[in-house]
Nanobody, 127 residues
Framework: QVQLVESGGGLVQAGGSLRLSCAASERTLSSASMGWFRQAPGKEREFVAAIRWSGGVPYYADSVKGRFTISRDNAKNTVVLQMNSLKPEDTAVYYC????????????????????WGQGTQVTVSS
């Protein structure tokens, strides 16, 4: 059972930055994907960004492209989401997740593709 622990959430003013980290107890396989999702009150959990442990092109939701950057540190089994130019609409609980298998550029954006989830970390952006 893979355990994921997020950290780095908090309160920030609009235009500010936050850095979220997700530490995994293990990697399911080298080509597995690590993803970030978020869920605002009353809304569905939505895709934010994803990257494979083996590298390659990262994937981003259109709403965060150009502002958020996902990266990985394989030596530490950690994935980082650097969030810049934050907006009030970025306020949500952010979850990291990982897959048991290989995803496609299409399926990597769906929460049903992910097998393990962290407990979430709150990000609040004030206007």
């Amino acid at each position: 059972q893979v355990q994921l622990v997020e950290s780095g959430g908090g309160l920030v003013q609009a235009g500010g930055s936050l850095r979220l980290s997700c530490a995994a107890s293990e990697r399911t396989l080298s080509s597995a994907s690590m993803g970030w999702f978020r869920q605002a009150p009353g809304k569905e959990r939505e895709f934010v960004a994803a990257i494979r442990w083996s590298g390659g092109v990262p994937y981003y939701a259109d709403s965060v492209k150009g502002r958020f950057t996902i990266s990985r540190d394989n030596a530490k089994n950690t994935v980082v989401l650097q969030m810049n130019s934050l907006k009030p609409e970025d306020t949500a609980v952010y979850y990291c997740a990982t897959t048991n298998g290989v995803t496609t550029p299409f399926s990597v954006r769906f929460r049903t593709s992910y097998d393990y989830w962290g407990q979430g970390t709150q990000v609040t952006v004030s206007s």
